[in-house]
């Protein structure tokens, strides 16, 4: 018998530390219109810090327990946690592995996934791809999880972007789809715009590299904006090739959370009312690696997704890569 897998429950965590735009105005009173300009050409007014003594999987823990709790399945039940961030525990080993740990998952397997905000979308296709293919494979744990802001410069701006955040999803097998399709584009040549550059194998850990803030994440370049306007669009008509369906079939589009006026722009491309997508920057900001399932799980919370709907998950991330994943709801 064929197996499919089908997204059998979600769960979202927002920490309690809320750092407003008014905050930022006041850090950086030498950048008076910067605040103003972000969030006018993002939407974000505020976000949300996990406490100094958290790490990424203590973020990630009250999502996957949420998720798991509300399919009814115990820790102890799950075969295979996929953990995705860029703002991780250690270089080495995986926070998915500490997670695991953390979670009471004992005989679960792990591995990260570290395409950055395309992490989510690519770990729910994996996913779905391995309960295909392994009949022993039940129940899989994906979570999303972000921490950028503990690896930023408290000087640095563009904190503007960076709140934390997770999102869960339980994934198990179901004798009807489930999961559609998948797409994914990437292009190296930008690997260089956005990141973390000392600490890992191009440049280990030193003093100088910490006093020089290459160990913090930093943008050395902008990112030109077509990257998503026009890179999302094809990943959402890739979608639609590869599952045999219209875009005009997508009944909710969810897009990474960093600026709705992108999501408004490529929406009108795909010729979609924005009534088919949801945003939840404005109430809980920039969410990285987290705010695709964070979206998905506020989605489903407020009723906008229905038994049948056909739902698409599209992020995006530094590097760049960017994952598209699309599944019919139980």
Same mark, same amino acid.
């Given at each position: 018998?064929?197996?499919?897998? $089908?997204?059998?429950?979600?769960?979202?965590?927002?920490?309690?530390?809320?750092?407003?735009?008014?905050?930022?105005?006041?850090?950086?009173?030498?950048?008076?219109?910067?605040?103003?300009?972000?969030?006018?050409?993002?939407?974000?007014?505020?976000?949300?810090?996990?406490?100094?003594?958290?790490?990424?999987?203590?973020? #990630?823990?009250? #999502?996957?327990?949420?998720?798991?709790?509300?399919?009814?399945?115990?820790?102890?039940?799950?075969?295979?946690?996929?953990?995705? $961030?860029?703002?991780?525990?250690? %270089?080495?080993?995986?926070?998915? %592995?500490?997670?695991?740990?953390?979670?009471?998952?004992?005989?679960?397997?792990?591995?990260?996934?570290?395409?950055?905000?395309?992490?989510?979308?690519?770990?729910?296709?994996?996913?779905?791809?391995?309960?295909?293919?392994?009949?022993?494979?039940?129940?899989?744990?994906?979570?999303?999880?972000?921490?950028?802001? &503990?690896?930023?410069?408290?000087?640095?701006?563009?904190?503007?972007?960076?709140?934390?955040?997770?999102?869960?999803?339980?994934?198990?097998?179901?004798?009807?789809?489930?999961?559609?399709?998948?797409?994914?584009?990437?292009?190296?040549?930008? +690997?260089? +715009?956005?990141?973390?550059?000392?600490?890992?194998?191009?440049?280990?850990?030193?003093? #100088?590299?910490?006093?020089?803030?290459?160990?913090?994440?930093? *943008?050395?370049?902008?990112?030109?904006?077509?990257?998503?306007?026009?890179?999302?669009? #094809?990943?959402?008509?890739?979608?639609?090739?590869?599952?045999?369906?219209?875009?005009?079939?997508?009944?909710?589009?969810?897009?990474?959370? !960093?600026? &709705?006026?992108?999501?408004?722009? !490529?929406?009108?491309?795909?010729?979609?009312?924005?009534?088919?997508?949801?945003? %939840?920057?404005?109430?809980?900001?920039? $969410?990285?690696?987290?705010? !695709?399932?964070?979206?998905?799980?506020?989605?489903?919370?407020?009723?906008?997704?229905?038994?049948?709907?056909?739902?698409?998950? !599209?992020?995006?991330? %530094?590097?760049?890569?960017?994952?598209?994943?699309?599944?019919? *709801?139980?």
């Amino acid at each position: 018998m064929t197996r499919y897998a $089908t997204i059998r429950s979600t769960g979202r965590y927002i920490p309690e530390i809320e750092v407003s735009n008014d905050e930022l105005r006041e850090r950086f009173p030498h950048l008076p219109d910067f605040v103003d300009k972000m969030e006018e050409s993002s939407a974000i007014r505020t976000r949300f810090w996990a406490p100094e003594d958290w790490c990424a999987s203590d973020i #990630a823990l009250p #999502a996957a327990r949420q998720a798991l709790a509300r399919a009814g399945r115990h820790p102890s039940e799950v075969d295979l946690v996929i953990l995705g $961030t860029d703002s991780p525990d250690y %270089v080495t080993p995986a926070t998915s %592995v500490v997670l695991q740990h953390k979670l009471g998952a004992h005989k679960a397997g792990t591995f990260d996934v570290g395409c950055a905000c395309a992490s989510f979308p690519t770990g729910a296709a994996i996913a779905a791809g391995m309960i295909g293919a392994n009949p022993g494979l039940e129940t899989v744990l994906v979570v999303g999880v972000y921490n950028m802001h &503990k690896l930023a410069s408290p000087d640095d701006p563009m904190i503007f972007f960076y709140g934390d955040g997770a999102g869960a999803a339980v994934l198990e097998p179901a004798d009807r789809p489930g999961f559609v399709s998948s797409a994914l584009r990437a292009d190296g040549a930008y +690997h260089r +715009h956005w990141g973390i550059y000392a600490g890992a194998t191009f440049e280990p850990a030193s003093e #100088a590299a910490v006093r020089d803030g290459r160990t913090t994440v930093k *943008m050395l370049e902008r990112y030109p904006p077509e990257i998503n306007h026009e890179g999302w669009p #094809a990943v959402v008509r890739a979608l639609a090739a590869n599952g045999g369906f219209a875009v005009d079939d997508i009944d909710l589009l969810i897009f990474t959370q !960093v600026r &709705k006026p992108s999501i408004e722009l !490529v929406m009108a491309d795909l010729g979609l009312p924005m009534e088919r997508t949801h945003t %939840v920057m404005e109430t809980w900001g920039y $969410t990285g690696s987290a705010c !695709v399932p964070i979206a998905l799980d506020d989605a489903i919370e407020r009723g906008r997704v229905a038994s049948g709907d056909l739902v698409a998950l !599209v992020g995006s991330g %530094v590097g760049y890569n960017q994952a598209g994943a699309a599944f019919r *709801m139980p």
